[in-house]
Structure formats: structure tokens, C-alpha cells
């Protein structure tokens, strides 16, 4: 499988971000499912979810600090690369 994801360190926090489906982020039960899917591919650190919407716009839901966060950054901002697991 692959996905694309970030590794962040900010703070003196480091957590993940990955990208996600719009439909999954809408749901407090995919996105939990989602959340616990990707954890094993990023051990010790907290996981993020995104998704844009249909303007490109990006939503994020995971811990509160973090989404609050990454709310302030635009996508650009954030270091993706292409995870493989």
C-alpha cells in the first residue's frame, strides 16, 4: 500500500499527518479506523488525518493541539513524501 504522509517536528512535538479521503475524514468511526490503520507505520507519534475538499481546501481531524496547528499552515508547507508499507 501507499499513501502520502508527513513526518512533522514542531514545537517540540512530533506527529504525523496522512492523506486521506474526504468521505473517511467525515466519519468519526473511518477516521478512528483510519487513525489506528496508519499507527503502526508511524510508532510513538500521534497521527493526523487530511482531506481537501472540493475547493482544495484542506480538514484535518485527529488531536485537537495538532489539528489547531496545522489549521494555520498550508499544504504546501507540510514536507510530504510517499510512504510504501
Known sequence: MKFQGAVIKEQGQTFAVVVIKKHI???SYES???INSFRPCFPGIPVTLMAQDSNGRA???GRQDIVNFLAN???SQIPWREYTV
Open 32 to 34: 478512528e479506523k483510519a
Open 59 to 61: 480538514h484535518y481531524r
Open 25 to 27: 475524514l467525515n466519519s
Open 73 to 75: 499552515l498550508h499544504v
